[in-house]
């Protein structure tokens, strides 16, 4: 347990364990201000109803090892986004879900849990332009979608693995596996193939705007 303490990790809750040990101060929780509940999260996310509705979390290195990895999914098309983070920090988590954000601009909304990395999250969600909901503390399996991702993750990161030796192609092959997996949910369709489809569609789409538009002109 010290040597997780003294873990990058482990510095940055530090002062929740801390809290946790004291006996006059051990009923304290630290809380996330402004946080919005899924509660009032609109219906069309509840119900999958469209594209860009993420939930997002995060997978830490054991305890002699450093770094995290960032999961993103998206509720509808179940096509995840990882991103490896080796400097454990508020600041790092914000830009990994920045580069998310770049490989996936339809992103409209992030779920995420309680966890002290995501107090500011009220500068992420300008950061990224979307707006930003929280489960209930202690209640991780109100994002269904990226709990079953991290176990398929699981597989191949076992816990106790220091993400610090795991290099950029291996973290893509394992997002290629993802997302490359024949889903009963998807009507046996593939993430990949359900994005792609998306953004053929949604081109499609604009092409045939441009032309209306076009022709009201002449």
Known sequence: MYRYLK???????GIKWKKKIRPKKSKKV?????RV???????????????????????????DGKGMLLVAVCRKLRVVFLELVLDV???????????IKKRF???????????????????????????IYFCHPYHS????????SNMEIRKFIPKGSDLSRCDKEFI????????????????YATPKEKLIQHRKNKKTAQEAVKVKK???SI
Not at 41 to 59: A, C, H, L, N, S
């Open 30 to 34: 630290t809380k996330l201000k402004d």
């Open 89 to 99: 920090s508020i600041d790092e988590v914000h830009k990994g879900f920045v580069r």
């Open 105 to 131: 601009p339809e992103m409209k909304t992030l779920t995420l849990d309680n966890d002290i990395l995501f107090k500011m999250h009220k500068t992420l969600e300008k950061l990224l332009n979307v707006k």
């Open 141 to 148: 399996w109100e994002k269904g979608s990226i709990e079953n």
């Open 172 to 187: 893509l092959a394992v997002e290629d596996h993802l997302n490359e997996r024949y889903m009963e949910c998807l009507k």
């Open 214 to 216: 076009s022709k009201c």
């Open 7 to 13: 873990s990058p990790y482990g510095k940055l809750i």
């Open 37 to 63: 509940f899924i509660d009032k999260r609109p219906k069309i996310i509840e119900k999958r109803g469209r594209v860009g509705d993420m939930e997002g979390d995060f997978i830490v290195s054991g305890r």
